[in-house]
């Protein structure tokens, strides 16, 4: 398994300010995942970050929106930029370890944005 | 792209038996997967069936039917600690184009 810390847990921000979210894992994976979860609703996935290649956003998003970084094997930021309420979300980074086929989730980032 | 039903609600008791449905409409899918997710917490990974056919993991065994595009989980002496929601998910080679569906939230009643 993989043991995945996101930062913040939680934030209240105001409309058209930005918060980078931060995913940090604990051993070297290529593919990290973001998704957005409404409370009570599914996962929606945002974008794939693989290392070593640009993020693959999926429909509905777009780069300006929402600015991924991935430096190396093991960190990675999801940026939602000029934040509206409708942000108000819970995102969570995933990863796949190698050989597995399965996600493991972070704990997820609660945000509210007034 | 992918979509995924199950049902929305399913409620039993302690000691029961439960079997969340999913049917699937894929193009390129690769396996089925199931995760719980307890409220306030995050997605945790159940099973994977990458073949036909059950796998079994304890208390907990999923089922996959390609040529029926159908699913489901099966879960056996249920606890109160099972009370949760259910995802299936489905993917396409290395999970790209992973997804869920909406869930189905599983209430264990004494």
């Known amino acids: 398994s993989a043991v995945i810390s996101q930062k913040p847990s939680r934030d209240i921000c105001q409309r058209g300010t930005s918060l980078t979210i931060q995913c940090q894992v604990d051993?070297?994976?290529?593919?990290m995942f973001w998704y957005r979860q409404q409370p009570g609703q599914s996962l929606t996935l945002i974008a794939t970050a693989n290392q070593g290649s640009e993020a693959t956003y999926e429909s509905g998003f777009v780069i300006d929106k929402f600015p991924i970084s991935r430096p190396n094997l093991t960190f990675s930021t999801l940026t939602v930029s000029n934040m509206s309420p409708e942000d108000s979300s819970i995102y969570l980074c995933?990863?796949?370890?190698?050989?597995?086929?399965?996600?493991?989730f972070g704990p997820g980032t609660r945000l509210l944005v007034l | 792209g992918q979509s995924l039903e199950q049902p929305s609600e399913v409620t039993a008791v302690e000691g029961a038996i439960v079997q969340i449905n999913c049917t699937y409409q894929t193009s390129g899918f690769y396996g089925l997967s199931w995760y719980q997710q307890h409220d306030g917490g995050a997605p945790t990974f159940l099973s994977y069936n990458g073949l036909d056919g059950l796998e079994e993991t304890g208390r907990f065994s999923s089922f996959l039917s390609r040529s029926d595009s159908y699913g489901y989980l099966l879960l056996q002496e249920l606890q109160m600690k099972d009370s949760a929601s259910y995802f299936c998910a489905g993917g396409g080679y290395n999970n790209n184009d992973m997804r869920f569906g909406a869930g189905t939230r599983l209430t264990v009643k004494p």
């Open positions: 051993s070297q994976v290529t593919m």
């Open positions: 995933s990863v796949e370890p190698p050989g597995r086929e399965t996600q493991y």
